[in-house]
């Protein structure tokens, strides 16, 4: 497999780029930054693709945000909500038709390179309030970008029905640095240990038995 991963420095995409080396994967990892309040994930992305020696690429568009309006990860004047996932305030974080949009630059410089798929890190925990992250949206984006040019490129989802504690517990076995993964949608110096994914970030830990590397504010 020669993939593309759309890589925020997250969790979750961070287990995914291990889980992909883990199987021999020729990865390139695309980051992108569309303007979102918590800034502080590209330079995530950075240190951890120096880590593992993996060529990284920060797409700049800032200027996405203005056209991505309404939610509270791109415009600061939206308060971020706090509490679990599972609250109906947290739908202020969905940014308009973002892993589409993502997904499909990461595809054409895929296709670019002539690599075969597309790889994202959509979780089972992201379907309640994120509409792009459903296996729904992600198999009919796959047979898209199976049309999208001659030469056949695809998208890889292999956590779509997994858990973030079943994440962290993978990402315990391949030894992932967790402390250098950046969750928060805050965009402080530590993460905020309240907003949704910190707060989800904390119950994962948790549920696994694991001592939490994260430094929160509070």
Known sequence: MKAVVLFSGGLDSTVLT??????????KLLSIDYGQRHQKELSASTQIAVS???????????MLAELLGGSALTDTSISLPEGHYAEESM???????????LLSLAA??????QF??????????????????????????DRT?????????TLHRPFVKWSKEDLVRRGKELAVPFEKTW??????EFHCGKCGTCVERKEAFE????LDPTEYKE
């Open 18 to 27: 291990y889980h992909l080396l883990h199987e021999n994967a020729e990865l």
């Open 108 to 113: 054409g410089h895929a296709i670019s390179l």
């Open 52 to 62: 593992l020696g993996l060529p990284h690429t920060i797409l700049k568009l800032p």
């Open 91 to 101: 739908k202020a974080t969905v940014v308009p038709n973002r892993n589409m949009i």
């Open 207 to 210: 549920l696994v038995g694991l």
């Open 116 to 141: 075969n798929t597309v790889a994202y890190a959509a979780h089972a925990g992201d379907h309640t309030i994120y509409p792009d992250c459903r296996p729904e949206f992600a198999d009919a984006l």
């Open 145 to 153: 970008l199976k049309l999208a040019d001659w030469s056949e490129i």
């Open 183 to 188: 969750s928060c949608y805050a965009g402080g």
